[in-house]
């Protein structure tokens, strides 16, 4: 499989009356042709400020300090204002949490995604609604002729979602960036525009970069993940692997807070007791140290480097490293889960 996108090394600083916010502290990954990538993290561990720099839609006070991104070979992180708008929607589009914030209000949705494809190609005005009404169709809205006329507060916010998405299909992007965008809707709605989502990679073959706070959704979605933490990547694997042998203590923390089909709603969720980082003032060792159940001094001191645990699988975790039964620290249970993982780690490599 080929990689589509290739990032490597971002990192992106808001300079603040306050200080420096290091928001995304050297993210490297790739995006395969055709494969739905799944980020995960807890709100605030940089998901959104490392796909917005992708396209370089971050605030004025953010700078892009390092790092190269690769779309289809070029690295676009060098390409001018004007270049990079030409990318922007047409190669790499986006949807977000709030679909009304990027549609306009006083104009028919049926005219807004017409509007994208007149820009770009010559089209006539009966081609063009045809055209949006073959796109609405394929993002499943019902009754597309009847949607077309329709304002955006005429429709639910999952209706909105889908015509976000075909605004953005319009263009036929090469990557589709979602981020959070089934967050704000309940879940019945939730699994229908997933599900769109899954069709709209397996008949067209859209490369997705799908974020989302909950990894579940991930596991339902994705055949990859990378999971965010304090502006870094953590963990990162195939679906299967990742939830065959975690590797990471707050990966591990994750998977405790999804909630089992048996459980009550009330007792589902078990977060992480603490809070994330601040990143204006980021922990010097691992970021995750201060929540970390089996944190040792090396971790509060030192970052922890990148472990190849084989199959593609990657965790950043002094516990993974060698002469780590040794440092000093009483096992517990997510140790003993960990390395039980290691142990079938060292099997497969
Ligand atoms: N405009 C901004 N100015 C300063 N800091 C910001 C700004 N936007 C985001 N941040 C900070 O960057 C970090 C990452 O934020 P974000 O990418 O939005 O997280 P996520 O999408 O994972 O919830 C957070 O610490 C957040 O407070
Ligand atoms: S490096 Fe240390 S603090 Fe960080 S996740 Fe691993 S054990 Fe926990
Ligand atoms: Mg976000």
Request: net charge neutral.
């Amino acid at each position: 499989m080929s990689a589509i996108l290739e990032v490597n090394n971002l990192k992106t600083t808001f300079h603040t009356g306050n200080g420096a916010v290091q928001a995304v502290r050297g993210v490297s990954f790739h995006l395969n042709e055709g494969e739905i990538l799944g980020i995960v993290g807890e709100s605030g561990s940089g998901k959104s400020v490392m796909s917005m720099s992708l396209i370089r839609l971050v605030a004025p006070t953010a700078k892009i300090e390092a790092g190269s991104i690769l779309y289809k070979g070029k690295d676009i992180s060098t390409y001018s204002a004007r270049q990079l708008r030409s990318i922007r929607g047409k190669e790499i589009a986006m949807i977000f949490q709030d679909p009304m914030s990027s549609l306009n209000p006083v104009m028919t949705v049926g005219a807004q995604v017409a509007e994208m494809l007149s820009e770009h190609s010559r089209l006539s005005a009966k081609e063009r609604k045809a055209q949006v009404i073959a796109l609405f169709n394929r993002v499943r809205i019902p009754e597309a002729e009847k949607r077309y006329r329709q304002y955006p507060h005429e429709l639910s916010g999952g209706m909105r979602q889908r015509v976000m998405m075909a605004l953005a299909l319009a263009m036929q992007p090469g990557i589709l960036i979602a981020d959070e965008p089934t967050t704000a809707l309940d879940v019945t709605i939730q699994d229908q525009i997933l599900k769109v989502m899954r069709q709209l990679q397996s008949e067209l073959g859209t490369s997705i970069l799908f974020i989302t706070h909950d990894l579940a959704v991930v596991a339902d979605l994705c055949s990859r993940v990378l999971v965010m933490y304090g502006g870094q990547i953590m963990e990162d694997a195939s679906i299967d692997d990742i939830f065959a042998r975690p590797l990471h203590p707050y990966t591990l923390g994750l998977m405790a807070s999804i909630p089992s089909l048996e459980q009550e709603k009330a007792t589902r969720l078990v977060p992480i007791p603490g809070s994330p980082p601040d990143m204006l003032n980021p922990p010097a060792g691992c970021p995750f140290a201060p929540r970390c159940p089996e944190a040792r001094e090396i971790c509060l001191e030192n970052p922890a480097p990148l472990v190849d645990a084989g199959k593609g699988h990657h965790s950043r975790c002094w516990l993974l490293t060698e002469g780590a039964r040794e440092l000093d620290h009483p096992f517990r249970t997510v140790t003993d889960a960990m390395y039980r993982n290691r142990e079938r780690t060292e099997d497969t490599l």
